[in-house]
């Protein structure tokens, strides 16, 4: 589940459920990234008041599948010039593979 | 495009950013055989924000160091000077653009990060300088942003999206050069070293480096591995050809892809120690 908190609530260690961007668009951490100490201290200077964290498990077995084949889907799209290279070919398996086992990437694990 | 307005376009990517005056005076004292690092030091830590930037950077997960780096003078032995001019100009740079490309930013911490991993599991001993050449190596495009007019730059873009090309190719049709022939000016402007200039200028043709074919294919490979991963972007979705001539050169198996991608990732997730 998502849990949207007051930024002085927050603590080292809680999971971060969004992606953080300054207002200019600068990306500050990905979803799925640990709060630090630093990081909060950074959200506080910046101006941040609230942050979705994660708790507990959060997607149901119908919505994990669509978000593979998604993102399955982008990597296919990244390959699209240079699918005839087999040593690339390697790759995208890797990163596939990768996805698969919930490693890849933002999102929970 | 008219001619006239390519020379225009050129003139203007060619009119490189002013060097920060700090990177000049630092480069006045290392010429001379009696400078002590320590002196470099001094010069550097006059500079505060200069300074605490540089720290925050080499300590860093993109850099992976074992240590904490505590002072500049530190910073300078452990990392060399090279390194740390990387820093330096990188700082500036993109400083400069203030992040009016949105994922360029985030595709060189991550070029750097995915540099510095596969340079450790070569086994090479300037890990460090690696990873700043990774983080350098698309400086060219973000010269480009910053100095075309917004037209000019929207017809690259453009292109892009309608031709399905890449932002390499779409730079060769609007203004006749690409963002690596801009690497190369900054490089010369800025008096690099071939091993960051070269992975600068070839990185999408790795076998055309003479000093510094290693860095190169190093570069060459992180730049491939992290558009894959699909973090930042490049300017274009897509993921650029390997050189077969770099893989060799590398001399990895395909079975490293999964290690190299797991070590990069938890580099990843938090960019905030760069703000």
Redesign the interface.
Known sequence: MIEKIPLDEARPGMILAQQ?Q?D???????K???L?E??LR??TR?GFETIQIEVGQTETPAEQAARLARDEA??E??????AS?P??A???R??I??LRRG???PGPA | MDPAQLKRNIQRVRNLPTLPPIVAKIEKLVESPTTSSAEVARVIAQDQVLSAKMLRMANSPFFGMSRKISSVTQALVILGFNVIKGLVLTTSVFEMMQHSVVGLWEHSLGSAAAARVIAARLGQAEVEEISVAGLLHDLGKVVLTVQLEPEVRDAIFGLVDEKKISFREAEQEVLGLTHTQIGLWLAEHWKLPETLSEPMTYHHHPERARQAPLQTAVVHLADIIIRARGFGSGGDPYVPPLSEAAWKLLGLSTNDFDAILEEIEPGLLNLADWV
């Open positions: 953080l300054r200019d668009g600068l990306l500050l951490c990905q799925g990234a640990e630090t630093n990081l950074v959200l910046l982008e990597i799209a990244r390959f699209v010039r240079v290279d040593i690339l390697e790759l995208k890797a990163l593979q990768r490693v890849h990437g």
